[in-house]
């Protein structure tokens, strides 16, 4: 009778063993998820003639001022939407022209943690990195004697 | 003349200056007697002198009290520093360290955020796109615009 477990044959089996395990481990090791975000948009309908600022605008004002200086003096708010989302989440808006605007969360980014955002607007597309809580506006549409001013948003959400 | 000289001699003896023998005795006791008359006198003077120090002990303490509250002679710098009411210093300097420190604190855990804002890509099939923005201001917001062709 032979004897199969000589210890040659051990040390055989051990090592594929210990890599598979390893292997399994670090599958199993848990994936660091991108933290949820908040998307603003706010629809602003800006144009020359008589100073109006919509009420829920005022605590934009100081920016909007700072931004646009005095290339308009009315902003009236036309839509405002809030909305938490996960990464590759979307939040999208039918705007007045009736084209459809989108935010897209596209993720953190490594190092700086950056937040990635895709708009959508019609067939314009951009991709942007901001700073947590950071604001920025896409502008230039016309819209009744003005332009359509979207301000945008994100903000991280903690876990 | 002689009259003057006489009474000098006697002056001196009287005071113990000059011998008694060359002095007429009568007149050097005469002098005597004048001398201790007016010593007396004015020991009695003296006495009725009104008390000075009792006096000016009462002004100094009436000065003491008038005097305002301030700490300026020798009880420590701390009190030089305060005054006498250190709690009227303390107070409000202590309420003032404390709303710098809570704003510190409020601020730290709410730092303005960024505006600065990193275009990575833009596509459109016609017109025209614009990044306005200012990297040396970041808390000014970046704007894309996208202007329509016509």
Redesign the interface.
């Given at each position: 009778m032979r004897c199969f477990a000589t210890g040659a044959s051990n040390a055989r089996w051990f090592l594929p063993s210990l890599a598979a395990f390893g292997l399994l481990l670090f599958l199993a090791a848990p994936v660091q998820a991108d933290p949820k975000a908040s998307l603003n948009i706010v629809v602003i309908h800006a144009k020359k003639g008589p100073p109006f600022l919509h009420p829920d605008l005022k605590p934009l004002w100081a920016?909007l001022k700072?931004?646009?200086g005095d290339k308009f003096g009315y902003y009236n708010k036309l839509q405002d939407t809030v909305r938490q989302v996960a990464k590759l989440g979307k939040t999208s808006i039918k705007m007045p022209d009736g084209e459809r605007f989108a935010a897209i969360y596209k993720g953190i980014t490594p190092n700086k943690g950056?937040l990635r955002i895709a708009?959508e607007?019609g067939?314009?597309?951009?991709?942007?990195?901001?700073?947590?809580?950071?604001?920025?506006?896409?502008?230039?549409?016309?819209h009744d004697g003005g332009v359509l001013v979207v301000?945008i948003q994100a903000r991280l959400l903690e876990e | 003349m002689f009259e003057k000289q006489r009474l000098k001699r006697a002056m001196k003896a009287a005071d113990g200056e000059a011998p008694v023998k060359g002095a007429d005795r009568a007149e050097v006791e005469r002098v005597k007697a004048m001398s201790d008359l007016v010593k007396t006198a004015a020991r009695a003077d003296l006495q009725e002198v009104p008390p000075f120090d009792a006096m000016w002990s009462g002004v100094e303490r009436q000065l003491n009290q008038a005097r305002p509250p301030l700490a300026e002679e020798g009880e420590g710098w701390w009190q030089t520093l305060l005054g006498r009411n250190p709690i009227g210093v303390l107070a409000p300097a202590g309420a003032m360290l404390l709303a710098m420190v809570l704003g510190a604190l409020w601020f730290l855990q709410h730092p303005v955020a960024s505006n600065q804002c990193f275009v990575d890509s833009y596509d459109v099939e016609s017109g025209a796109v614009l990044i306005d923005q200012d990297f040396d201001d970041p808390q000014r917001p970046t704007v894309i615009w996208y202007v329509e062709e016509g």
């Open positions: 920016t700072k931004t646009f950056l708009l607007y067939d314009f597309r951009t991709k942007v990195r901001i700073h947590d809580g950071g604001l920025f506006f896409q502008a230039g549409r016309k301000a | -």
